[in-house]
């Protein structure tokens, strides 16, 4: 038989099952749903109706999603403001020492997300170590309320997904050909400018992957707004958790889940094409 | 021609440089006059310090001791982007995502020149490396020659006072290589701006040099045209390093003699004892087998224009290599047993150290 390499390979064949068995059917369903009517007592009456999707686009569930696509984009340029600084001075490093500063960047990331989230509470609440470091240097007024607001929110997600940010950013920067910023430096440019003309548009990829990553896992959270938010503080995330757990209106539930959905697919898909390109410059320049 | 020829002005002076890195001295105390308009060849073993060396004339490295001067202006201090001289990298390290255009544009966009002399300058180093056709290309599009060309008119579009090239055909194949050898020096006449160039390949040096230094273990071995090189090689390691040579240890005798087993050669020398004796393989004549100095072909290699003997003697442990032409080389075969006639006059007498 001819040796072939373009069939079908039949090792995916596991998790291709595993994810259309527990991933493409659950989303099917869900998806459903959504086109159908609640019962009266909760549940599914299936009269169909598109009457879920357009209230997604009632003003006030409109500005729910405005509301947490901006706390999501707040969110992904403060990761990237800090991790990109790290991600330089890791891979400035020397060789050797590059994983270990990595393992240390991404070790909170092997604790649970829960107590993550909490540590923050024990952080930030009227009692809690902030306000206690403040009154130990002399601060004499009401304690400050940090938590249950929108930037406690914002710092719990941020330190979330830092780590995946400085990975990103530090995976395209290594990469980096240091050729290049000492070929910018001759030719007359000087740090900054060599920064700002040629290593930042060069590790744009890397920007646009851990943002994406930030943003999509950010806009649909309900974990962290729901404990240092507060329940004050509604993203998308709660209130499909809302529809499906306290309202019991799970086709309006699956229709917000489903343009959620659709939004952070299409993110990705843009991502991902913009970083083909990239990857497809890199393979070019070494041939 | 003579407007580009090498004056004697050095238009760069290196003073005593060293560079260390811990306990390791890549650099050690060199010192070298590069004149205006001279093609200059850096040239040694990888880890000679040539590289370092070049380096810290581009402004990448920090001299540990020494100084630059560069038309009697010590540039030392300055960073890479405040110096006149510019260097084409061997990665070339050419900007990905920019057009061949924009990569040319760049180094002049620094200068603060108005757009209509980046153009027009831009334009010009278009037409003179020929790259007129690729203008609108991304480094991707563009063969390993073409990107080749492209570091080049980058750096040349800067009018350095200098131009540093380091190891620039290295990339390229064989044949290619060696058209660039040329093309490289007719840029370098046409532009009349000093080159220094580094390699590891004594060829290309002594092709297209004016002058070369070789470098070993960071120690400066010797600098001179290639023809000096070539003919009187400061020690064994040039002698080595520099062509094909035969070495053939002996003792010089009270009476200016060399000795080998087998060997008696009159040399002028006024020093006895242990030494070696250098001579290359076109220095050496077939005699008849009758001659008092010969031994067995071992080997016959065909160049072309010429075959190489490979001679068993009884003077040295390796073979001694015979350089004669194609024509009479046929006359041989492997196992005829020959005589051979040493030029004195042509060949280097080095002696052991004490």
């Given amino acids: 038989m001819a040796y072939q390499t373009t069939r079908p390979n039949m090792l995916a064949a596991p998790a291709v099952l595993w994810l259309l068995a527990f991933m493409v059917a659950p989303c099917l369903l869900v998806l459903s749903y959504a086109f159908f009517q609640r019962g009266t007592w909760g549940g599914i009456e299936y009269t169909f109706t598109l009457e879920n999707f357009a209230r997604v686009f009632d003003p006030l569930y409109a500005r729910i999603f405005l509301n947490s696509a901006r706390i999501a984009l707040i969110t992904t340029i403060l990761a990237i403001l800090i991790a990109y600084p790290a991600a330089y001075a890791i891979s400035l490093a020397p060789r050797v020492r590059q994983p270990m500063l990595l393992f240390f960047a991404v070790l909170p990331f092997w604790s649970n997300y829960l107590i993550r989230t909490y540590a923050w509470i024990v952080l930030l609440n009227r009692e809690g170590l902030l306000n206690g470091f403040l009154s130990y240097l002399g601060y004499q007024g009401e304690p400050l309320s940090l938590l249950y607001t929108e930037a406690a929110v914002i710092t719990g997600l941020v330190y979330n997904y830092l780590p995946f940010v400085i990975l990103a950013i530090y995976s395209t920067l290594s990469r980096l050909n240091p050729e290049l910023m000492e070929a910018s430096r001759d030719l007359g440019a000087g740090a900054f400018r060599t920064f700002w003309r040629v290593t930042l548009p060069l590790t744009l990829p890397g920007v646009a992957a851990g943002g994406v990553f930030v943003f999509v896992l950010s806009i649909g959270n309900f974990v962290t707004p729901a404990l240092l938010g507060g329940g004050r503080f509604q993203m998308i995330g709660n209130l499909v958790y809302d529809q499906f757990l306290t309202a019991n209106d799970w086709p309006f539930g699956a229709a917000l889940g489903m343009v959620l959905i659709a939004i952070m697919v299409a993110l990705l898909f843009l991502q991902a094409r913009a970083t083909s390109h990239a990857s497809g410059e890199r393979k070019g320049d070494e041939a | ?354």
Avoid: W
Avoid at chain 2, 140 to 162: I, W
């Fill in chain 2, 1 to 354: 021609m003579t407007a580009a020829a090498p004056s004697a002005k050095p238009i760069l002076k290196i003073e005593e440089i060293v560079k260390n890195y811990g306990p390791i001295t890549a650099v050690d105390r060199v010192s070298l006059d590069i004149r205006e308009k001279e093609f200059f060849a850096l040239l040694g073993p990888s880890g000679c310090g040539k590289t370092t060396l070049l380096r810290m004339l581009a402004g990448f490295e920090v001299p540990t001791a020494g100084r630059v001067l560069l038309e009697g202006r010590d540039i030392s201090p300055l960073p890479p982007e405040r110096r006149p001289l510019n260097l084409m990298f061997q990665s070339y390290a050419l900007f990905t995502h920019m057009s061949v255009r924009k990569n040319l544009a760049y180094g002049l966009e620094m200068e603060k020149l108005s757009r209509a002399e980046i153009d027009r300058r831009v334009d010009e180093i278009l037409a003179t490396t020929d790259l007129v056709r690729f203008a609108d290309r991304k480094p991707e599009q563009l063969s390993g020659g073409q990107k080749q060309r492209v570091a080049l008119a980058r750096a040349l579009v800067k009018r350095p006072k200098v131009l540093l090239l380091d190891e620039p055909l290295g990339a390229l194949d064989k044949k290619l290589r060696e058209k660039m050898q040329l093309e490289l020096k007719r840029m370098q006449h046409e532009a009349g701006i000093t080159f220094i160039i580094v390699t590891h390949d004594q060829e290309e040096a002594l092709v297209m040099a004016d002058r070369m230094a070789i470098l070993k273990d960071g120690r400066l071995l010797q600098c001179g045209t290639p023809e000096e090189i070539y003919e009187q090689p400061a020690d064994p390691f040039v002698a080595n390093f520099i062509g094909v040579m035969n070495f053939i240890e002996g003792t010089v005798s009270a009476t200016g003699a060399f000795e080998a087993p087998g060997l008696q050669l009159a040399v002028s020398s006024n020093r006895s004892g242990p030494a070696s004796l250098a001579v290359r393989p076109e220095h050496i004549a077939v005699a008849s087998a009758e001659a008092g100095f010969g031994g067995v072909i071992e080997e016959i290699a065909y160049h072309g224009l010429d075959r190489v003997l490979h001679v068993r003697t009884s003077a040295s442990q390796s073979a001694i290599q015979v350089r004669v032409s194609a024509e009479t080389g046929a006359r041989y075969r492997p196992g005829d047993r020959i005589g051979l006639g040493i030029d004195a006059a042509k060949a280097r007498l080095f002696h052991s150290a004490a």
